[in-house]
């Protein structure tokens, strides 16, 4: 079955922390891609990340990084010096299995960055 | 450019009324999604169209009502809603079924 877990529900950080969002996800699909989204309190979901299981390679954004394995089925997202800005829900998601390939969302991680 | 644009951005209506929603995109994307997203919650499919036609209803009651007059405009037609209906409605597209969905900012419906 198709699957992904968000196990940490909240998560407070003070300004300029870094912060790690876990992401645990079970496909019996072989490729496949793996999704981030983020939804600040104005509620657009904004595109953050896709990653191809394919390329194992951590991904790096700005403050922003990406650390992806395979082997344990994770695809872990870490905000370096966190900003009051990044206070938002955060969604990893995976296709599910299928022609259409609809998107599966974990349940989410509420963070707040405190000033 | 990778605006998906929704209105209204809020919407508050009897149980007994008939509203539609609109999103529209002009990234030359084939697909297009229907979703509801209620509080603290993830988004939960709802419909998917892909070149106009429809491909995918995830067994949503007839009172939700959607459709896709060109591959720029998704409409969702409401009509004697109830008050559990009430949430986010969120529109994405994306070039194709297995594509990256792009996300408008979403409705928020309220019904009395």
């Known amino acids: 079955a198709q699957k992904v877990t968000q196990a940490q529900t909240e998560i407070s950080v003070v300004e300029k922390e870094d912060v790690t969002l876990d992401c645990v996800y079970e496909?019996?699909?072989?490729?496949?891609?793996l999704f981030w989204y983020k939804q600040p309190p104005s509620g657009e979901l904004v595109f953050l990340i896709r990653r191809n299981s394919f390329d194992e390679q951590n991904e790096i954004s700005g403050r922003y990084s990406w650390n992806f394995q395979k082997s344990t089925s994770s695809f872990n997202f870490t905000i370096t010096a966190s900003q009051v800005v990044d206070s938002a829900v955060y969604f990893c998601?995976?296709?599910?299995?299928?022609?259409?390939?609809?998107?599966?969302f974990g349940s989410g991680t509420q963070l707040t960055v405190l000033p | 450019d990778t605006e998906v644009t929704q209105t209204p951005k809020h919407l508050v209506m009897g149980m007994t009324n008939k509203k539609s929603l609109k999103c529209e995109q002009h990234?030359?994307?084939?697909?297009m999604y229907w979703y509801k997203q209620k509080a603290k919650k993830p988004p939960e499919l709802m419909f998917v169209?892909?070149?106009?036609?429809?491909?995918i209803n995830e067994s949503v009651p007839s009172r939700f009502s959607p459709e896709c007059p060109n591959s720029s405009l998704l409409n969702l037609h409401l009509h004697a809603l109830q008050p559990e209906d009430s949430a986010l409605y969120l529109c994405a597209s994306s070039q194709g079924l297995l594509e990256t969905q792009y996300f408008g900012p979403g409705t928020r419906l309220l019904v009395l």
């Open positions: 998601a995976l296709p599910l299995s299928g022609s259409a390939r609809q998107l599966t």
């Open positions: 496909t019996r699909d072989t490729t496949y891609y």
């Open positions: 169209y892909s070149y106009e036609k429809l491909s």
């Open positions: 990234m030359g994307h084939r697909a």
